[in-house]
């Protein structure tokens, strides 16, 4: 099984199992998400430990091992990306499986269970073309100010969305145009849907145009833009213009 194959199925499967959990009534509320982030993270990490156990691994779940600095691949791991979706018993909510090789994110699958979906870096799908008036995703609960920001300068529809994971795919499935994020992230929240991005011929870097790089001794990485390739120094620019650091 090849890095992008195993990727994919681990986060079918964790997706499935996850699936299953939300819909049997067996937990609510946050005991819900608790469980939601322990079962995917145990079946996630010993699978990779069994199949990959060679490589470094970062999760979010799991306490981090600065081992993984001296690995050239290293899986980037989020269980449950959008546990407050999930335990809500929301559909936006992702399951991310990443592999970074030398700090690139070169393979990774994003599971949207809620939706049937599964994205992966290896068999990319057509990108539809944007409308005309752009359209932003940005965070539900907490829509940060510079994208709020360019996306009036751009006259561009707003979407208030769930995980990291869910917004990032909404883009590549033609269902948006634009995430950018300044509200704080984390390398799990994004390895996965960069590399899909990529993969599919989109720009993903962060918010100052500089690239997004992975295994990092701290694995704060704070903002991120993700959008069609036409779309990103127009994008940059307003952000530069409304926005100056």
């Keep these: ?8 199925f681990l986060a079918q499967e964790a997706g499935r199992m996850l699936l299953v959990l939300q819909q049997s009534g067996q937990y609510s509320g946050k005991d819900l998400g608790d469980e939601g982030d322990r079962i995917a993270n145990d079946f996630l990490m010993g699978m990779l430990r ?18 993984r600095l001296d690995a050239e691949r290293v899986w980037i791991i989020d269980p449950l990306d959008g546990t407050r979706e999930f335990s809500e018993g929301r559909g936006d909510w992702a399951v991310h499986v990443a592999l ?14 809620g939706l049937g979906l599964l994205l992966r870096s290896d068999l990319p799908i057509w990108v539809p073309p944007a409308p005309e ?5 940005v965070s539900r609960s907490r829509p940060a100010a510079e994208a ?6 751009l006259d561009a529809e707003v979407i208030p969305m769930g995980s990291a994971g869910a917004k990032a795919m909404a883009v590549v499935r033609g269902e948006a145009d634009i995430y950018l994020h300044s509200g704080g992230q984390f390398e799990w929240d994004s390895c996965a849907p960069v590399a899909v ?10 918010i100052d145009g500089s690239p997004l790089v992975y295994n990092q001794q701290d694995t704060y990485l704070p903002d991120l833009l993700i959008c069609r390739r036409d779309h990103a120094d127009t994008v940059l620019e307003t952000l530069a213009r409304v926005h100056p650091a």
């Design 148 to 153: 709020m920001a360019v996306a009036s300068a």
């Design 1 to 8: 099984m090849t890095d992008a194959e195993l990727a994919a």
């Design 50 to 67: 069994m199949r990959r156990g060679s490589d470094g691994m970062l999760c979010e779940e799991e306490k981090d091992n600065l081992r």
């Design 197 to 206: 991005a990529l993969a599919h011929g989109l720009h993903a870097s962060r």
């Design 100 to 113: 970074a090789v030398k700090g690139e994110p070169v393979v990774g699958a994003v599971a949207l269970p």
């Design 133 to 137: 008036r752009l359209r932003m995703v």
